[in-house]
């Protein structure tokens, strides 16, 4: 390396490896060509149409490129670059890499196709740019993506866009895509909405750099203001979580759009980039909890970006709907209603105030929607009023405003009427119109998008989660614990009695009950129990007990004898491998409800809690909400009062509040023991049986680490 690379390398010190990448000050074209049409040329000539940093095309035998002076190997350059562009063959790019990292440039974009993504031969050419990253610490986007650009940097170092298309303006918003071309497509259509799309990365293939770790360094970018992420695979899940808390922190919305949901779409991701996707359930209870938005669909990540980047935020839920079109204003108010808004009406006061801005007669209503009829198109003054006054209303927190594309002046009073207040403004109109997108002002052409992205503005302004820090670990609890598992002798499996001992030690209500050797210490057990019990075989080999006859429910004192000799008579002839651990003894916990809670591991996310609709409907109504540990109270009772849309706890027969603090110390419960004990696989407690102000669980299935799946799941 030549002294003057060993200097420029000394004063990139200070500048981490994912800067050099996305905002160099220096670039290499490894590929570059004349010949405009290539994939070099397009590449080049974007290049040089906004960086003002020096630019280096690399080309064996050209002198210069589109007027540029050009090198003939990397060796020859007379500085350590920042970044390379990387546009040859698969079968070169390595060395290429490889050569990269020896000049000591800081990160490589591939784009490059002919990796994991066509099989074998490419899935090793792409572990042979993993090892050339990890050996030489050079950060690598792809191979197979389409670039990126950093308006704010002026790097356009992507084919996304054609050199004689116009450059995206350096607004506010980042696009973060795993894939390419639907990146391209994704950042288009934002740049036709009005988004100011400042940063575009397409990930591909993700061989050293993906999206999570993309969207960290992003969310501390000072210019971005609102993330849109769109994904087929999360890879480095706790990166992404850590990104979301820090967003949450920052105030930056994050919008995620998932590709791959359902199990035909997630093998054609796997053919595409090569990767395998994880739970999308899961990954939207994540989401949720960690403050993400989710879209549904593209317009609509587009649509929430649009509002998001204006930066206003609500201080509350009351919407101020403005229409000549009394048509419009129902819809409006239904869908306001649909996303948690309220429609108020205005207070007399100010309805006359309103009506007295309005030319006379005046034929319209101002009670909220405010339908001023399609007089006020032309009246300018009347518009610009009744905006001044919504703008400054202490009854309204959020405005929606409808109109057609060809009232420029209506509209130009829509937008100065947006620009003079805080609260945020959506408009509604019949077609695009550019003097609404320049201005920044959210403009939609279908009612439910005008109202929506405002309800997500209110979530991410008024129910933004807090972010929890785990709480410390009982040493002498997991101590206990552990011992336990030892007792166990390789068992996998844990016995319903051992597995309440673990629940009790997690404040887990569970049953009251003994185990004993012998039909007739049952019986002296039920007396001592009192009530109706019910007596189940215990053994690590009877996973299922009523499959024969392992069960009896419903006994009282005196009737347990005989019942249990019959029990252990049945098990013989059904099950007469089996081996008797002893007779659990068991109080008959009334209910009312039935819940299931319960812990699974997610190959993304790792140990979540699960609640949901419990007993026999557990598989017929398929409710459950989700937690990742660590969570507080708050977050749980949210989650337990979410069930079946809220009727859980609002409906007449619901849960009562002692019922829920029950259920939430069950569900926390589980959330400490599976950051304590990460050896527990698989947590069952079905059915937590609630009634009378408890929550109590009545039974527990808990199955540890590498238990062979006897379909005990």
Known sequence: MSASQIQNDASQGDRSAMDRLLSPRSIALIGASNT??????????????????????????????????????????????????????????????????????????????????VGDEGAALQERLADIAARTGIRIIGPNCIGYFNMHGGVMA??????????????????????????????????????????????????????????????????????????????????????????????????????????????????????????????????????????????????????????????GRRLAVLTTSGGAGVLLTDEADQVGLTVPELP????????????????????????TTAQIV???????????????????????????????????????????????????????????????????????????????????????PSVVRAPAKDEARIARMRALFESMGGRKVLMEHEGKQLFAEYGIPVTREKLVATPEEADAAAAEIGGKVAIKYMSPELMHKSDVGGLRLGLEAGAVKAEAEAMLQDVARGAPHVELSGILVQEMVPARMELTCGIKRDLSFGPIVVVGMGGVLVEVLAEVAMLRPPFDADMARKVVASLCDGRITSARRGLEPAEIDAVVATVLGLGQMALELPEISEVDVNPVRVANGRAVAADALVILEGAEDNGHH
């Open 158 to 315: 992507n084919f996304a866009i054609t050199p004689d298309s116009p450059l995206p303006k350096a607004g506010g918003t980042a696009l973060v895509s795993q894939s390419g071309g639907f990146g391209s497509y994704i950042s288009l259509m934002a740049m036709r909405a009005g988004l100011g799309v400042g940063w575009f990365v397409s990930t591909g293939n993700e061989v050293n750099c993906n999206v999570s770790m993309v969207c960290r360094h992003l969310i501390e970018r000072p210019e971005v203001k609102v993330l849109l992420v769109c994904i087929e695979t999360l890879r480095d899940p706790d990166i992404f979580i850590e990104t979301a808390e820090r967003a949450l922190e920052l105030d930056k919305p994050i919008v995620l759009l998932k590709a791959g949901r359902s199990e035909e779409a997630a093998r054609a991701a796997m053919s595409h980039t090569g990767s395998i996707t994880g739970s999308a359930d899961v990954l939207y209870a994540v989401c949720a909890q960690y403050g993400v938005h989710i879209a549904e669909t593209m317009q609509e990540m587009l649509d929430l970006g649009l509002m998001f980047e204006t930066g206003k935020r609500a201080k």
């Open 36 to 117: 405009a049409h290539r994939i070099g040329g397009l590449l080049f000539a974007n290049l040089k149409r906004a960086f003002d940093g020096a630019l280096y095309p690399i080309h064996p035998s050209e002198p210069e490129i589109m007027g540029v002076k050009a090198y003939a190997a990397l060796s020859d350059l007379p500085e350590a670059v920042d970044m390379a562009v990387v546009a040859v063959a698969a079968h070169m790019v390595p060395d290429m890499v490889e050569a990269a990292a020896a000049a000591g440039i800081g990160g490589a974009v591939v784009v490059t196709s002919g990796f994991a993504e």
């Open 348 to 371: 007399a006061e100010e309805q006359a105030q309103l009506e007295a801005v309005m030319p006379q007669p005046f034929f319209g209503s101002m009670a909220n929607p405010l339908d």
């Open 378 to 464: 032309a009246h300018q003054h009347a518009a610009v009023g009744i905006m001044e006054h919504l703008g400054k209303s202490p009854s309204v927190d959020l405005i929606t405003c409808v109109t057609w594309d060809h009232t420029l002046e209506f509209i130009q009073a829509l937008i100065d009427g947006d620009k003079g207040t805080d609260k945020p403004v959506s408009i509604l109109c019949t077609g695009l119109v550019d003097k609404v997108s320049e201005a920044g002002t959210p403009l939609y052409l279908d009612p439910s998008r005008a109202v929506r992205p405002l309800g997500a503005l209110v979530r991410q302004s008024l129910d933004k």
